[in-house]
C-alpha cells in the first residue's frame, strides 16, 4: 500500500470520525423531545415488590409490574433540610427544582425564598407542560411543580396560583382542595378557572377529543363528595382513572406541542393513602393501577422511543412495609379483600346498624358474634382463607363484648380515614398473615426506587438523591 493510500484511508477514517462524534453531539444536544416523569406517592422499593409477588401468586395483575424492567434501575434518597425522613411538600419540591428544602414546604428554599420549578424551565424552552394526580390538584407533590408556599396546607392560595401558572398548559386532578373557613369548594376554583380563560373538562367522557384544544386546561373528576380520585379496587364502570389522566394529557400536550416536545408529571397519590391506611391489598391494587397509566405512556413511547424519556420514582416510602413473617409470605391470602378498608368499614357501619355519626340507628338490632365472624370471613377470609389463631380469636371476642355489649366503640384514626378497631385489627391480622406487615402509619426515610427508560437514560445511573433527578432531566432535555 503506497502513502497516497495510508493517507487517503486516514482521511476517510478522520471524517467518518468526525461525523460519528458530530452526529452524538447532536443526539445529546437535542435530548428527548417528550419527557414523562411519573411518581408513585408513598412508593417504597417493598411496595413495588410486594405487589409484583401478589401479581406472580395469583394471576391477579401483571406478572411483572412493568418499570422494574426499565434498563436503568437504581435507588435515590429522600431527606428533607429539616428531616431525615421527609413529607410530599418538601420531596415535591426537590423533584420539581433540585432543591431540599424542609417539611411542609412547596417550592420554596429553607431561607423561605421562591425556587423555579423544571416546568419552568421547560416552558422558558417553549416545552409544552402538565401536572396530573389522582389527588387534588392543588395537593402537595403537583403543587410543588407550579406553587410557591411556606405551608402545603395553604390550598386556597396554591389553587390561585395554578390558576395564575401561564407556565402550566394541562393539569388534571380529583379537585381543588378548599379551606373548611372559607366555605369554598372545588367549584368554586373551577369558576375561576374558567374566568381566567382556562377550559375545565370533567370526567372521563369529556376528556376524549382535547389534542385540538387550545389554550390552558384542567380536567377534573366528577366525583363531587371527593377531591380524590377513589381507591382504585373502590371504582365502579365509567369512573375517573388515572390511565384517562395519563391519555386526556398526552393527547393535550402532543396535539399542541408535538414539534418541540413537552414535559408531563405524574402523580399516582392514592399509593401513600393506602400506606398510611396500613391496607396491603389496596397498596397492591394502587401500584397496579399506576403501572397501567405507566402503559399508557408506554404506548405512546412505543411510537417515538428515540425521542421519549421515562423516569418512574416516589417522593417517600409510607407504612415501613416489610415483606415476610418468619420467612413467610401467603399473598393468596389477600385475594378475596374486594373493597378497601374505607369502603369495608361503611359496610361494617351498616352491618352494625349505625350511622355515619356512629349513633345506633332507630330499631337497631345487635348482632352476634357468629353473624360477625360470618361479615370478617366475607369481607376479609378470616376463618374462612385465612386461620385464626385462637390468641387472635380471644382479642375479636373481647373487641365485640367491648363494641356490642359494653358499648364502647373503639376507633382508629390514621392520617387519611378513621376505621372501626374490629375492622382495623382484623385488616391488620389478615395483611400480616398474608406477610405484608406495616411497622407504622406514617413515613420513613427509606431510600425508593428510580427505573428509567428512553433518550438519556443512561444518565440516571449517577443519580444517587431525588434533588439530582430534575438537575439530570434538565441537563439531558437542554431545558
Not at 19 to 45: C, E, N, Q, T
Not at 80 to 96: I, N
Not at 337 to 362: C, M, Q, T, W, Y
Not at 366 to 380: C, G, K, N, R, V
Request: with cysteine; proline share 4%; aromatic share 12%.
Amino acid at each position: 500500500m503506497n502513502r497516497i493510500h495510508i493517507f487517503l484511508r486516514l482521511a476517510l477514517v478522520s471524517v467518518l470520525s468526525s461525523v460519528l462524534i458530530f452526529s452524538a453531539d447532536a443526539r445529546k444536544k437535542s435530548g428527548p423531545k417528550y419527557v414523562f416523569f411519573m411518581i408513585g406517592d408513598g412508593m417504597g422499593i417493598n411496595q413495588v415488590y410486594g405487589a409484583q409477588n401478589y401479581n406472580q401468586t395469583t394471576g391477579d395483575g401483571p406478572q411483572f409490574i412493568n418499570f422494574t424492567q426499565f434498563p436503568v434501575r437504581t435507588m435515590v434518597t429522600t431527606f428533607s433540610s429539616s428531616s431525615l425522613v421527609t413529607d410530599s411538600a418538601a420531596s415535591g419540591t426537590a423533584l420539581s427544582s433540585g432543591v431540599k428544602t424542609y417539611n411542609g414546604a412547596i417550592g420554596l428554599d429553607p431561607d423561605h425564598k421562591p425556587i423555579p420549578s423544571i416546568c419552568v424551565w421547560a416552558h422558558e424552552k417553549g416545552f409544552g407542560t402538565g401536572v396530573a394526580t389522582t389527588v387534588g390538584v392543588n395537593h402537595a407533590t403537583p403543587a410543588a411543580f407550579y406553587g410557591h408556599a411556606d405551608n402545603r396546607n395553604e390550598y386556597e392560595k396554591i389553587a390561585n396560583q395554578l390558576i395564575e401558572a401561564d407556565f402550566i398548559d394541562f393539569a388534571a386532578g380529583g379537585g381543588f382542595i378548599t379551606e373548611r373557613n372559607t366555605g369554598h369548594d372545588s367549584k368554586y376554583f373551577e369558576d375561576k378557572a374558567k374566568d381566567a380563560g382556562i377550559s375545565v373538562f370533567y370526567g372521563r367522557d369529556q376528556f376524549g377529543n382535547l389534542s385540538s384544544q387550545k389554550g390552558r386546561v384542567i380536567c377534573v373528576d366528577t366525583n363531587y363528595s371527593s377531591t380524590d380520585v377513589n381507591f382504585a379496587m373502590d371504582q365502579q364502570p365509567g369512573e375517573t382513572t388515572l390511565s384517562d389522566f395519563v391519555a386526556a394529557g398526552i393527547d393535550y400536550l402532543y396535539g399542541n406541542f408535538k414539534k418541540k416536545g413537552f414535559f408531563y408529571m405524574v402523580e399516582c397519590g392514592e399509593i401513600d393513602g393506602a400506606g398510611h391506611n396500613n391496607d396491603a391489598i389496596c397498596n397492591i391494587k394502587e401500584v397496579n393501577d399506576f403501572a397501567k397509566a405507566i402503559d399508557v405512556v408506554l404506548d405512546f413511547y412505543a411510537k417515538h422511543p428515540d425521542e421519549t424519556l421515562i423516569l418512574i420514582t416516589a417522593d417517600h416510602e409510607t407504612g415501613g412495609l416489610e415483606l415476610g413473617d418468619n420467612y413467610i409470605m401467603h399473598p393468596e391470602y389477600l385475594y378475596g379483600h374486594k373493597k378497601s378498608e374505607g369502603e369495608i368499614n361503611k359496610l361494617f357501619r351498616e352491618f352494625a346498624g349505625v350511622g355515619p355519626d356512629r349513633n345506633p340507628l332507630p330499631n337497631r338490632r345487635i348482632p352476634s358474634y357468629e353473624q360477625m365472624q360470618a361479615f370478617l370471613s366475607e369481607h376479609l377470609g378470616l376463618w374462612s382463607t385465612i386461620p385464626v389463631s385462637a390468641a387472635q380469636e380471644a382479642h375479636f371476642r373481647d373487641l365485640y363484648h367491648r363494641a356490642f355489649v359494653l358499648n364502647q366503640t373503639e376507633m382508629v384514626e390514621a392520617l387519611y380515614s378513621v376505621s372501626n378497631r374490629i375492622v382495623s385489627d382484623a385488616i391488620a391480622y389478615a395483611d400480616r398473615q398474608a406477610g405484608y406487615i406495616w411497622t407504622h402509619g406514617g413515613h420513613t426515610g427509606s431510600p425508593v426506587g428510580l427505573y428509567v427508560k428512553g433518550a438519556g437514560a443512561i444518565e440516571f445511573m449517577a443519580v444517587t438523591d431525588n434533588s439530582m433527578i430534575p438537575l439530570t432531566i434538565k441537563k439531558v432535555a437542554n431545558y
